[in-house]
């Protein structure tokens, strides 16, 4: 894969395997399916946690797709695998800002890219090395998260979100694979409750340029 | 010092909230595990005296354990690997244990576990075992451990980091568990390689240095690790990694070196007739020269020295004997020898000076015997080396000029060279552009011989 040019593809490609690791770690550091659930697999170089129910991987594979087709369209803005009560009431956010990635028209979505420096160099798009160091590096953290964070009421639901760019056509077409949500004062997902941020990490390998967070609501029951 | 590992440790653990483990301290800060087992310790107990619970550990407990019900000794006696481990939630006790020496089946088997447990399972994993043979810190971390599993990550970082340190060196430093008797593997007498001659000698070194190490992690994890499998299986391989890299360095160094060795015992090969010991040999000077210079490597490097003087003369010695030959060879053999020399540009061109000297001075100068022996010499180094496949295509193609041994000689020279792939070659080939016109001819020949390249290049 190293020899193949780097395109948009490429880049989103390595996001949406990065998306997937993300959503199995979180299911099982915030114990959404039971721990015994999870069997260890292992993914850039760490051992990390994979669900085993069939559904499930199904589910979040069939989600993390749909999200891949609005970011070959370029209108996401951040994704986030948000954690719901019983109620309904979003508790936590995990959030992933992918609004940084190159843009490129339709047409463009196989061309490789280039990187100059200011100099001159090239410089590669997606260095694998750096972009698994950091990729490791998100996960464990995102692994010891659970610690940090309040621990989740019973019963605790997950779903993924993806907020869209500010001139980004919302996916209404039919399948439908989103279902849009409205939120008071144009906010995001969830944004009426007081929210607390934690920083996670920032990626930057290359042309993939990826922040990630925690929002938890305060007002959480 | 002291005041060092406090500082290291509150910017790792408190300010960067990584996980450190005592081998990972002892490494950063080149001190034996035990004193960074004391260090984790005392850091412990100090923080969590100024704030309680603001650094969390994990400890390592050795001994034999209690007679367990028999819901939870099939965690204990069928462990193999960390999944079945972590599947049992009834226990709370996070574990992986493995037994490690087991007596006779018939008695009942004494089992030594060594167990990971994070602290606030520590005073009950204690009452499981019968008698403790040690228990020791394993780990500090700011949150508590949710998933054991991510220890591994402590590992597979030293395993980067400190790829350049020698274990044999390093070991008294840190205090890993060393086989007295282990040492590195030095030359190998293995088979001829691909194309490349540093990919077989990095190979070769991997498999003498995993297997040296091996030992040292197998102890190792016997002893106080993470009896995850993933663990040591993942440390053994990391470690297997470190001396590749370790040993690619000095290579590229001796690359060069070695190529000149292996040439001038090809061409020994052609004056000789013995051709494998001395290539096998120059080869392993190659994997020889490895950071842990042994007396055995040096003895070695040293011979395939002594070789390389002998070989280099009795090199030019033959190609000036052959050189002077005039037709009635068959001009494989002739080719046979200059396509020696191809390998060496430079001894190419000294050659070069003395054929015309020394064909001025002499006749013809018949050596069928010589030859001939050459020639079935000559069939089995294309055989062995890949290289060389160059020559054979060189031999199959035969230009036969018998009419002026000079020039043939000049032709030959050609021709090998376009069999060799550098294009440096095709310089030698612009040397006989300056005499007659059989040169010309010679030219024709070497494009068929261009040919024949092209066609090398397209089964590479």
Redesign the interface.
């Known amino acids: 894969m190293s020899t193949e040019a780097t395109t948009l593809r490429v880049i989103i490609a390595a996001f949406t395997d990065f998306l997937t690791v993300a959503i199995h770690t979180i299911l099982?550091?915030r114990a959404i399916y039971?721990?015994?659930s999870?069997?260890?697999a292992?993914k850039y170089?760490?051992?990390v946690?994979q669900n085993r129910h069939p559904k499930v991987c199904e589910w979040i594979n069939d989600a993390v797709s749909a999200v891949e087709t609005e970011l070959l369209k370029g209108v996401v803005g951040r994704v986030a695998i948000v954690i719901y009560t019983k109620d309904n009431h979003p508790v936590e956010r995990f959030m992933l800002d992918v609004s940084r990635f190159p843009t490129v028209a339709l047409a463009d979505l196989d061309t490789p890219l280039e990187r100059t420096a200011a100099n001159g160099d090239r410089l590669p798009i997606l260095p694998r090395i750096d972009m698994e160091e950091q990729f490791?590096a998100t996960l464990?953290?995102l692994?010891?998260c659970?610690?940090?964070l309040k621990p989740l009421p019973e019963g605790c639901v997950f779903n993924i979100a993806v907020e869209l760019k500010q001139d980004g056509q919302p996916p209404l077409n039919h399948p439908q694979p989103w279902m849009p949500v409205q939120s008071a004062k144009g906010d995001a997902v969830g944004g009426q409750l007081q929210k607390k941020a934690v920083p996670v990490r920032s990626i930057a390998a290359g042309e993939l340029l990826l922040e990630c967070w925690i929002e938890e609501a305060d007002g959480a029951s | 010092m002291a005041q060092d590992y406090a500082e290291y440790l509150a910017i790792n653990v408190l300010n960067e909230q990584q996980l450190i483990s005592y081998r990972s301290l002892s490494r950063a800060l080149k001190v034996h595990v035990n004193l960074a087992k004391q260090m984790l310790y005392e850091f412990h107990r100090k923080q969590n005296a100024k704030k309680p619970g603001s650094v969390h550990a994990t400890y390592l407990i050795t001994g034999i354990r209690r007679e367990q019900t028999p819901a939870q000794t099939n965690g204990v006696h069928s462990q193999k690997d960390g999944e079945d481990t972590v599947m049992q939630s009834s226990p709370p006790l996070p574990e992986s244990s493995a037994p490690v020496p087991e007596e006779s089946a018939e008695e009942p088997v004494v089992v030594r576990s060594v167990l990971l447990v994070k602290e606030e399972h520590l005073a009950q994993a204690k009452t499981t075992f019968e008698s403790i043979t040690g228990i020791h810190i394993y780990s500090l971390q700011a949150n508590g451990l949710n998933d054991v599993q991510s220890l591994t990550e402590c590992n597979r970082k030293i395993a980067v980091d400190y790829a350049s340190e020698d274990p044999l060196v390093a070991w008294k430093q840190y205090g890993t568990i060393q086989n007295p008797n282990v040492k590195r593997r030095t030359a190998r007498k293995g088979p001829p390689p691909a194309a490349p001659v540093t990919k077989p000698a990095e190979v070769k070194l991997k498999q003498p240095a995993p297997a040296a190490k091996s030992t040292v992690p197998e102890k190792q994890a016997s002893k106080d690790s993470n009896t995850n499998s993933q663990d040591s299986t993942t440390a053994a391989s990391k470690r297997a990694s470190k001396p590749p890299s370790a040993k690619a360095t000095p290579e590229p160094t001796k690359k060069p070196a070695a190529v000149k060795r292996q040439d001038s015992n090809i061409f020994m090969s052609f004056a000789k007739g013995k051709t494998k010991p001395q290539k096998e040999e120059s080869q392993s000077s190659v994997e020889a020269a490895t950071p842990a210079a042994e007396p055995e490597d040096e003895t070695m490097a040293g011979f395939s020295d002594e070789e390389d003087d002998a070989a280099e003369e009795g090199a030019v010695a033959d190609v000036g004997e052959v050189a002077n030959e005039p037709e009635g060879k068959s001009k494989r053999q002739r080719e046979a020898e200059l396509e020696a020399m191809m390998d060496q540009e430079d001894e190419v061109m000294e050659d070069a000076s003395p054929e015309k000297s020394a064909d001025g001075d002499e006749g013809a100068i018949d050596k069928p015997n010589s030859q001939h022996p050459q020639q079935p010499a000559k069939d089995t180094i294309i055989v062995e080396n890949g290289r060389r496949r160059g020559r054979r295509r060189v031999m199959k193609k035969k230009t036969v000029k018998d009419e002026d041994g000079y020039l043939v000689t000049k032709e030959e020279q050609a021709w090998e060279s376009f069999s060799e792939e550098e294009p440096p070659p095709k310089k030698i080939k612009a040397q006989p552009a300056a005499s007659t016109n059989k040169s010309a001819a010679a030219k024709k020949d070497g494009k068929p011989g261009q040919g024949n390249i092209m066609s090398f290049f397209g089964k590479k």
Do not use: C, D, V
Request: aromatic share 10%; charged share 25%.
């Open positions: 099982y550091e039971p721990p015994t999870f069997l260890s292992r170089n760490l051992s946690r490791r464990s953290r692994a010891s659970s610690s940090t």
